[in-house]
């Protein structure tokens, strides 16, 4: 079992920039892809990124292209999401999961966190 708590959300004007982590806990970190997604009031959950277990892939949405960046560290069973010139419609519950890349990839992951809400002014 790995439980996730994220945290790093927060209110940001357009154009700043927020860091979000996610703590893995429960059973070894390193043997996991990791991901985000996200879910604006009204609307269906999205992926935004996933890196693999040894962190050689990455993946992002077109969307955040170039603006934000996935990363992990194994030995201290952490990921962050570095997320720079944020637009209001990245405002968002960002949730972070954990399991076998193509799960993770695909939502279908059985470890999410409980998400840090991410709101952007304009």
């Not at 994220?6 to 893995?24: F, I, N, T």
């Not at 990455?58 to 934000?68: I, N, Q, T």
């Amino acid at each position: 079992q790995v439980q996730l708590v994220e945290s790093g959300g927060g209110m940001v004007q357009a154009g700043g920039s927020l860091r979000l982590s996610c703590a893995a806990s429960g059973r070894t970190f390193d043997t996991y892809a990791m991901g985000w997604f996200r879910q604006a009031p009204g609307k269906e959950r999205e992926f935004v990124a996933a890196i693999s277990w040894s962190g050689d892939h990455k993946y992002y949405a077109d969307f955040v292209k170039g603006r934000f960046t996935i990363s992990k560290v194994n030995a201290k069973d952490t990921g962050d999401l570095q997320m720079s010139s944020l637009k209001p419609g990245d405002t968002a519950v960002y949730y972070c999961t954990v399991d076998h890349e193509y799960k993770v990839v695909g939502g279908s992951g059985d470890y999410w966190g409980q998400g840090t809400q991410v709101t952007v002014s304009s």
